[in-house]
C-alpha cells in the first residue's frame, strides 16, 4: 500500500485553518492514524480510526475520511504546532507511513 | 508512567548484525496486554515500519521487505523486547524507534525516544 500526502510543505499564519490529505492507493477502510513529529523527538499520535481524537491531543485537531482519501485539519494554528505530520494506515503488515508534511509558521 | 527506552550500539560495521534492546518500565510485557514494535526514520526511507511482536510464543509480524534478516523477541523476565537485523548495509542507518500497539489493528500509541545507528566501516 503507498501513502501520498500533500502539500509536502506548507506555511501559514497563527490562527489559520490548515488542512493537510493522505491518498491511499487501495481501500484501507478507515485504518489511519495521523501523528505529529517536531525536531528530535519520536512521533506523537494525534488520530486514529481516521477520525477518534487520541487521548490528550487538543480539539483543533481533526481528521476525516475514509476508503482511499483522508484529511487532517488544525482549526486554528498555534504555534506550538511547527511540526512534521505523517499519516500511517495499518489496515496491512506494511503499515505504511506518508511521506510528511512540514508545517511552518508565516 | 509508561516508558520505554532503546539501547545499543550506535554504529555497527556493514555484514554484521545490528542488535537493539527496549526496556519497558510502566508495564508489564508479561500481560500480554500490547503489542512491541520497531520503527526506524533515515532522511532517504522516511518511517518505516520493521514489524512487532506480542509475545514469547512465536506471534511476531515482520514488514515482508524484512522479513529474512530480522528477528524480533521478548525477554520477559527483564520486561525487554529487542531487535536483531542481520547483514546491515548502508541503507539500515537510521533513527530506531521502539513503540507499543494496543491490538494488531492499532497504531502506536507510545513511543521511545530513539536511537540512531549509523552503519559504517
Known amino acids: 500500500i503507498q501513502m501520498t500526502q500533500s502539500p509536502s510543505t506548507l506555511s501559514a499564519s497563527v490562527g489559520d485553518r490548515v488542512t493537510i490529505t493522505c491518498r491511499a492507493n487501495e481501500n484501507i477502510n478507515n485504518w489511519l492514524a495521523w501523528y505529529q513529529q517536531k525536531p528530535g523527538k519520536a512521533p506523537n499520535l494525534l488520530i486514529y480510526?481516521?477520525?477518534s481524537l487520541q487521548s490528550g491531543v487538543p480539539s483543533r485537531f481533526s481528521g476525516s475520511g475514509s476508503g482511499t482519501q483522508f484529511t487532517l485539519t488544525i482549526s486554528s494554528l498555534q504555534p506550538d504546532d511547527l511540526a512534521t505530520y505523517y499519516c500511517q494506515e495499518y489496515s496491512s503488515y506494511f503499515r505504511t507511513f506518508g511521506q510528511g508534511t512540514r508545517v511552518g509558521i508565516k | 508512567q509508561l516508558q520505554l527506552q532503546e539501547s545499543g550500539p550506535g554504529l555497527v560495521k556493514p555484514s554484521e548484525t545490528l542488535s537493539l534492546t527496549c526496556t519497558v518500565s510502566?508495564?508489564?510485557?508479561?500481560?500480554?496486554?500490547?503489542?512491541w514494535a520497531w520503527i526506524r526514520q533515515s532522511p532517504g526511507r522516511g518511517l518505516e515500519w520493521i514489524g512487532s511482536i506480542y509475545d514469547d510464543a512465536g506471534n511476531t509480524y515482520y514488514i515482508p521487505s524484512l522479513r529474512g534478516r530480522v528477528t524480533i523477541s521478548v525477554d520477559m523476565s527483564k520486561n525487554q523486547f529487542s531487535l536483531r537485523l542481520r547483514s546491515v548495509t548502508a541503507a539500515d542507518t537510521a533513527v530506531y524507534y521502539c513503540?507499543?500497539?494496543?491490538?494488531?489493528?492499532?497504531?502506536?500509541?507510545?513511543w521511545g525516544q530513539g536511537t540512531l545507528v549509523t552503519v559504517s566501516s
Open positions: 510502566g508495564a508489564d510485557i508479561s500481560s500480554r496486554a500490547y503489542y
Open positions: 513503540a507499543r500497539h494496543e491490538g494488531l489493528l492499532d497504531p502506536c500509541d507510545f
Open positions: 480510526k481516521a477520525s
